[in-house]
């Protein structure tokens, strides 16, 4: 009965250890994740849409990898630059829309 007392806290004790490294972990990285996007982009879509601008952010940040890719990859890579620009576009159209609605 010890034996499972003990086993029964130290599971407890481990669940909420791992909760609250998943939350830190989580926590930093989506603050990193704001604080890489231009100012240029910051003026136009940066405000009450924390989701929104949350993607725009990683949107940006991945255009930028796609630029410095030093493979061509058969013209996949120019393909995701066409849909992540597409994408960045879609994304502040709908910031602008729900800001003027």
Do not use: C
């Amino acid at each position: 009965m010890k034996n499972f007392l003990f086993g029964l806290f130290l599971g407890a004790a481990l669940m909420l250890a791992t909760g609250f490294s998943f939350n830190w972990v989580f926590n930093k990285s989506f603050a990193q994740a704001q604080t890489f996007i231009p100012e240029y982009y910051q003026q136009l879509a940066w405000g009450k849409h924390s989701q929104m601008d949350a993607a725009l952010n990683l949107l940006i940040k991945a255009r930028d990898h796609l630029d410095k890719a030093a493979h061509d990859y058969n013209g996949h890579r120019v393909k995701a630059i066409e849909y992540t620009d597409k994408a960045i576009q879609e994304v502040r159209e709908g910031i602008n829309f729900a800001n003027n609605h």
